[in-house]
């Protein structure tokens, strides 16, 4: 479980979150929708301690991440992060970019790790590129590189920033489908999408988000079908 | 034109040249690798914006790619001298040619850290990476493959400083030339060669610099 | 030295301050020369390069690559040396200048081609399609897009050239390496005089590196 309380987080004197509460739990779905700039992205790097926080508390499975005791590199191997720009690494192989952090920072011997990176590339639909560098893939198959790279580490949370943001039109639709896959096989995700579709069919829940603020909180029937908050309509209505 | 051409004291020469000329390479290559970790060094100080450190580092590398070489070699030699501090020719040298390499590396070096986007740092330490493994393992490979051209260059350009050592008592290819060419007065035909030998090395290098790179970097 | 006893090294004064400046002044006019020629040849080798195809990267290519690959210091005795030969003797001056005039063109030949690629086909073809002629399209399209993108490059040569110019003591030309170098067996002071003589060189690549500022902030923002 995923359990944020009155989270606050600055850059300098620009207040990005302005106390945020938030629970995400096992086994659930949650959309995180909003204008960019509303702080969506930022609380995904907060939740898996890239970003300082400067008020408030993120605890993931009982751990707080930003205490000070906390060992992050341990903790971030739950939380697998999924970013906007495809950020593959560009000097290894599609195998070699899966299968670096489990021989790593997990320990697993290169044996185990090519067999574990093999099988999440199958599992992305990428099994016939293990051997290709990122250069020479798409964007669409070089995101769910990154999927499948964040899944090797077994993680059990998955974060999404913006994935599809950055992809041409018709490469969208092979990633959210790999998300959807991950969906249905009961894994917890946190997304930020811009995809409404996604977030309607998908989500257990979605979230508004609105100038640091959840504006927002409920089923996607009753955001998409009968939002309470004006400014959820109005959101709506623009991106329609 | 009364002048006569005379080869075969040359000729006769040609193995101390040649030795000289791996004399050549050899110190440039040392001042090479030397430079390219004091270089990663420098521009790693210079990033890490700690003040006390950073005039040092930044005097390093102004006056390194801001004067000339011999009088960097020339600060090695006289000066270290007035001090007390005698280095051999060989040292004067390396010395001179690694702090100059150093400098020029560690621009290049900073240039190619600030082209890798940062988030491939966080890429790596959301799986979980340290930020030493991240940085052996994601950043420096890709810095490398940035200024692998400017350090080609780099060695092209400390074979040809290495020359310098002719000034400075130091029997490398020139300086061993200028020995001989002294000995035997036939300065015109001996330099001649000589040139012909650097050309030789600067292809040399080019060209293994070349395969390494189509080893080296298959993306 | 203590009590009378004999003053081996003479001090350093005012006077060789002047000396030292008479010297910066040598490898200043030097070096002006060998810049300035160097890059309106190289501009031209360039631009052959860059018109020529094969032909021009096999000959001309070749010379050029051989003024790059050969140690300055190496082409200077060889040219002092050669013009007695053929019953030309030259100064000392005048063969560094010549000497890194050449050096000078064949680095820029390398950077005009370099810009004079930069600039996109279609670029050019636009500027074609509106009746430019040839010449017009260099002058006009080629020359302004080109020189941006290539004056980083340039002010690196350039500064390249003033450093090297220093190579030229070795012909005892009389500029400012070879001035301090005469200085220090004389007054064995050789950290004040290389710190003079470095800060001489300071001095002159300064109006050159801030001009190349100057003009890259200016052309960035019109």
Known sequence: MIEITDLHKSYGRLEVLKGIDLTVHKGEVISIIGASGSGKSTLLY????????????????????????TDLNKLRQRLGMVFQQWNAFPHLTALENVALAPRIVKGLSKGDARAVAERRLVHV?????????????????????????????????????????????????EVLDTMRLLAEEGMTMMVVTHEMGFARDVSDKVAYFDEGRVEEIGPPEQIFGAPHSEKTRRFLAKVR | MEYTFHWRPVFNRLPDLLEAGLITLEVSALSMVIG????????????????????????WIEIARNTPALLQLFFFSFGLGAYGIHLTPYMVVLCGMAFNNAGYLAESFRGGFAAIPDTQMKAARSLG??????????????????????????????????????????????????????????????????????????????????????????? | MADGGVQFFFEFTERDLLILAEGAKLTLIISSLAIVGGTVLGGLFGWLLSVSGRFGAITLGWVLDIFRSVPPI?????????????GFPVDAAQAGTLVLMMYCSALVAQVARAGI??????????????????????????LPIGLRAVLPSWTGVALGVLK??????VLKAGELMQVSQEMITRTQQPFLILGIAGLFYFALSFPIARLSEHLERRWKYD
Request: neutral net charge.
């Open chain 1, 46 to 69: 907060c939740v898996n301690g890239l970003e300082s926080i400067q008020g408030g508390k993120i605890e993931v499975d009982g751990i707080d991440v930003h205490a000070k005791g």
């Open chain 1, 125 to 173: 639909g990428l099994g016939d590129k293990l051997d290709v560098y990122p250069g020479k893939l798409s964007g669409g198959q070089q995101q769910r590189l990154a999927i499948a790279r964040a899944l090797a580490m077994e993680p059990d949370y998955m974060l999404f920033d913006e994935a599809t943001s950055a992809l041409d039109p018709e490469l969208v639709g």
């Open chain 2, 36 to 59: 390219i970790a004091l270089g990663l060094g420098l521009a790693l100080i210079r990033m890490s914006g700690n003040p006390a450190i950073a005039w040092f580092t930044i005097g």
């Open chain 2, 129 to 219: 990476m340290t930020a030493t493994q991240a940085y052996l393992r994601i950043i420096i490979p890709q810095v490398l493959r940035i200024v692998y051209y400017p350090m080609t260059n780099q060695m092209v350009w400390a074979v040809l400083i290495s020359s310098l050592g002719m000034l400075v008592g130091f029997h490398e290819l020139a300086g061993e030339t200028q020995r001989q060419a002294f000995r035997s007065f036939r300065l015109f035909e001996f330099f001649l060669v000589t040139a012909v030998i650097y050309y030789v090395i600067v292809k040399i290098i080019i060209l293994s610099s070349r395969l390494i790179a189509w080893r080296l970097f298959r993306y």
């Open chain 3, 74 to 86: 190496v082409q200077l005795v060889l040219f002092v040396n050669f013009f007695p030969i053929i």
């Open chain 3, 117 to 142: 690629e930069a600039v996109p086909k279609t670029t050019r073809w636009a500027g074609r399609s509106l009746g430019m002629s040839y010449w017009q399209d260099l002058r006009y399209v080629v």
């Open chain 3, 164 to 169: 090297d110019s220093a190579l030229v003591s």
